[in-house]
């Protein structure tokens, strides 16, 4: 039985340079999230997938934040011109369905801009 | 729109000890669920329990035990005769019905819970 994962774990970049990150939801699991958290806070709502159609964004994803779920299996999350703002911890939920509300979360890919 | 308030930033307890960490919530829907999630040092969210806006019994699972008042807009959770392994970060979050088909959570900015041998 696996749980959701994440890949990096950990992601060192410097400003300017895109990044992407990827996450696989447990299977059968077909809401996909992804969060940002900021030292010394909770989870922010970024975006969410449901299969693969992006259903909904946060004001907090701006234009060069874009997300992707292509066959509604793993998620990518990539980040455009990085700075050092966007310097956090990206965590990635899944959750069963529409009818499901709790989320179950994979171990986080932490981003530093240098 | 919907808030989370844990007040407690940081607690230190003694190992046994019993403690409990406070959290508010604000939201205009009439259905929601309220959650705690544990982050221990190691970074990955692990979810505790789920109680919908229906539910008020209280709940308890082994050490832990949860406390849902309505009245006032909170959920608070108490560990029982705390131990070492339960230092970390607790989150309550809160996710809506009313306000379209996310779902997401919205998270307090958590409790850091510290216990001493």
């Known amino acids: 039985d696996t749980g959701v994962s994440q890949d990096p774990r950990h992601k060192i970049t410097k400003r300017g340079q895109n990044v992407t990150f990827r996450c696989d939801p447990i299977s059968e699991h077909n809401r996909l999230y992804w969060y940002r958290q900021t030292l010394g806070q909770g989870p922010e709502f970024l975006t969410y997938f449901q299969n693969e159609a992006q259903l909904e964004k946060s004001r907090l994803l701006s234009d060069r934040f874009s997300a992707e779920r292509p066959k509604g299996s793993f998620s990518t999350l990539e980040i455009q011109r990085t700075e050092q703002g966007d310097s956090a911890m990206y965590l990635c939920?899944?959750?069963?369905?529409?009818?499901?509300?709790?989320?179950?979360f994979g171990p986080g890919t932490r981003l530093t801009v240098t | 729109a919907q808030k989370v308030t844990q007040a407690q930033t940081e607690i230190s307890v003694v190992e046994k000890e019993d403690v409990t960490l406070d959290c508010v919530y604000e939201?205009?829907?009439?259905?929601?669920?309220l959650f705690w999630y544990k982050q221990p040092p190691s970074g990955e969210l692990v979810f505790l329990i789920r109680?919908?806006?229906?539910?008020?019994q209280n709940e308890i699972s082994g050490r832990y035990s949860w406390n849902f008042q309505k009245s006032t807009s909170s959920f608070n959770f108490t560990i029982t005769a705390s131990q070492v392994v339960d230092s970390a970060v607790y989150f309550c979050?809160?996710?809506?019905?009313?306000?379209?088909?996310?779902?997401?959570?919205?998270f307090g900015s958590g409790t850091q819970l510290t216990v001493l041998p």
């Open positions: 939920a899944s959750s069963l369905d529409y009818l499901t509300y709790e989320q179950y």
């Open positions: 939201t205009r829907d009439t259905t929601y669920y």
């Open positions: 109680r919908n806006s229906f539910d008020e």
């Open positions: 979050a809160l996710s809506e019905t009313n306000s379209g088909s996310a779902r997401q959570l919205t």
